[in-house]
């Protein structure tokens, strides 16, 4: 298989048998799970580098089932991350070549790029990165978080509006997240059945972490996440907050709705309640089914 000018995997696969490979942690999202909690717990880690950008937006951009919807600034107002993301995009042969230079840094072990909207990527995708980084030797390791879908979309609504408050005409609440949660949009967000699938296919069980926003900040999931990714485990640092989409007094969702969203969404439910039991025991949608 094409790797993006890294080699043959069967060469790389040698390297990490020595145990000289260092790790590239792919970030999946989902969307308002705790992606960004995710990427500041192990970048407290002297060993971790590439701090910024935490999102790259290459593959979502690249990947035909992907959004693409990452805008690029004008060139005059570039940043840092808006060059990398547009080099990247002309050039992925680059990226893999990016993240293995860090890794080649003295002391580091860990880099990332936890994009939450690399959950709608293809199979196809992710085994072009898993192939681009092992003909350098790098070992890929994916995280996957996952969230009640209803609570998932009722937070993304709030961050979104908490982002632009002054929207002129925009709807309330309630209104808004009733017109978005079956677009596009929201569906490449929140179908875990299918990332789940798609990653399942490329990559050896050993090399995924799937996790519950519910259950993230419990001492058994941290010290099995701190395990999977090799850094050592901080448990007061679960009490720490990011991007929290605050409730207000009153800001529940209609019964009727959530439960209406609930059934749009019933393949996942279906799904992570098969795939994944303890969803039942963390999700309140499933009493709305």
């Known amino acids: 298989m094409a790797n993006d000018r890294g080699g043959s995997p069967e060469k790389s696969e040698s390297v990490i048998a020595m145990g000289a490979a260092k790790t590239f942690l792919l970030g999946v ?12 717990y192990v970048h407290r880690v002297p060993s971790t580098r590439g701090r910024r950008p ?69 199979a196809a995708t992710f085994g072009r990165i898993r192939d681009g980084f092992a003909g350098r030797g790098v070992e890929v390791k994916v995280v996957f978080l996952m969230r009640d879908p209803v609570e998932r979309l009722w937070s993304a609504v709030r961050m979104a509006r908490r982002k632009r408050p002054d929207a002129a005409g925009r709807p309330d609440e309630t209104e808004e997240i009733a017109s978005y949660y079956a677009t596009d949009h929201a569906l490449i967000r929140g179908r875990y059945d299918r990332t789940v699938a798609n990653l399942e296919s490329v990559f050896e069980p050993e090399s995924v972490f799937f996790g519950f926003f519910e259950s993230l900040f419990d001492h058994t999931t941290l010290e099995r996440l701190s395990g ?9 640092f679960a009490d720490r907050q990011y991007n929290v989409s605050a409730k207000k007094a009153g800001d529940d969702l209609p019964t009727h709705l959530a439960a209406r969203i609930a059934s749009d969404y019933r393949e996942v439910y279906d799904f992570c309640g098969h795939r994944f039991p303890d969803s039942r025991n963390l999700w309140k949608g499933y009493a709305l089914l």
């Open 29 to 40: 999202g989902a969307q308002k799970a705790g992606t960004t909690w995710l990427h500041e």
């Open 54 to 122: 935490k999102e790259f937006h290459v593959w979502n951009a690249i990947d035909a089932a992907g959004t693409g919807d990452a805008a690029t600034a004008r060139a005059d107002t570039w940043s840092r991350k808006d060059l990398l993301m547009t080099v990247f995009r002309k050039q992925p042969w680059l990226y893999f070549t990016y993240f293995s230079g860090l890794l080649s840094l003295p002391g580091t072990k860990l880099v990332t790029d936890i994009t939450p909207t690399y959950s709608s990527l293809s």
């Open 228 to 236: 999977f990714l090799d850094v050592p485990i901080d448990v007061e």
